[in-house]
C-alpha cells in the first residue's frame, strides 16, 4: 500500500514539475515581448514629452545606465550645472572606448527620433561647439523604464563666420 502511494505521490511531483516547465517557456517570450514594447512606448513617450516642451532630460537619469557602462561612466559625470561644466564632462564621455554589442533586435535608438532632441550648441571661450548625444535603450527585466546600454557623444567645433 505505501508503494503504491509512493508512485503516485512521486507521479503528481513529475506531472508538477512538467507543467511548471510548459508555463515558464511559454511565460518567459511573452514577458520579454512585454518588456520590449514598454522599451518603445517610453521612448515615444519621450519624443512626445519634448514636442510639448517639457523636455527630454527628466526622462533619462543615472539609474538606467547598464552596468557595463556604469564601468565607464560614474554618476558625477552624469550630474552638470553649467554649461561649461556639461561641455567638459560631455568632452570625458566623447573619450570613453566602449561600444556596446547589441545581440539584441529590440534596442531603440535616440537616433530614431523624429527630431535630434539631443543635439545642441554650446559657446566657450568664444568658441562654438555642436554636441549631438545618441541613447541606445533596451529593455530590463522587472522594470517598465529601459536601461541605457550605451551614450554616445559628438563634439565638432564650429566655426563661426
Given at each position: 500500500?505505501?508503494?503504491?502511494?509512493?508512485?503516485?505521490?512521486?507521479?503528481?511531483?513529475?506531472?508538477?514539475?512538467?507543467i511548471?516547465?510548459i508555463?515558464?517557456?511559454l511565460?518567459?517570450?511573452?514577458?520579454y515581448l512585454m518588456?520590449?514594447?514598454?522599451?518603445?512606448?517610453y521612448?515615444s513617450?519621450?519624443?512626445?514629452?519634448?514636442?510639448?516642451?517639457?523636455?527630454?532630460?527628466?526622462?533619462?537619469d543615472?539609474?538606467?545606465f547598464s552596468?557595463k557602462?556604469?564601468?565607464?561612466i560614474?554618476?558625477d559625470?552624469?550630474?552638470?550645472s553649467?554649461?561649461?561644466?556639461?561641455?567638459?564632462?560631455?568632452?570625458?564621455?566623447?573619450?570613453?572606448?566602449?561600444?556596446?554589442?547589441?545581440?539584441?533586435k529590440?534596442v531603440?535608438?535616440s537616433?530614431?527620433?523624429?527630431y535630434?532632441?539631443f543635439?545642441?550648441?554650446y559657446?566657450?571661450d568664444?568658441v562654438?561647439?555642436?554636441?549631438?548625444?545618441?541613447?541606445?535603450f533596451?529593455?530590463?527585466?522587472?522594470?517598465?523604464?529601459?536601461?541605457i546600454?550605451d551614450?554616445?557623444?559628438t563634439?565638432?567645433?564650429c566655426?563661426?563666420?
Open positions: 500500500m505505501m508503494d503504491i502511494m509512493r508512485y503516485y505521490r512521486i507521479k503528481r511531483i513529475k506531472f508538477i514539475i512538467k511548471l516547465i508555463v515558464f517557456i511565460v518567459f517570450p511573452v514577458t518588456y520590449t514594447l514598454c522599451v518603445e512606448n521612448v513617450e519621450i519624443e512626445y514629452t519634448y514636442e510639448d516642451g517639457e523636455g527630454v532630460r527628466g526622462y533619462i543615472y539609474s538606467m552596468h557602462l556604469k564601468k565607464h560614474k554618476k559625470d552624469f550630474e552638470f553649467t554649461p561649461e561644466e556639461r561641455l567638459e564632462k560631455l568632452e570625458k564621455i566623447e573619450a570613453v572606448d566602449y561600444e556596446y554589442k547589441s545581440n539584441n529590440y531603440v535608438s537616433g530614431s527620433f523624429r535630434d532632441y543635439d545642441e550648441i559657446e566657450k568664444g562654438m561647439y555642436h554636441i549631438d548625444e545618441e541613447f541606445i533596451a529593455p530590463k527585466w522587472f522594470s517598465l523604464k529601459p536601461k546600454v551614450w554616445n557623444v563634439i565638432h567645433q566655426s563661426v563666420e
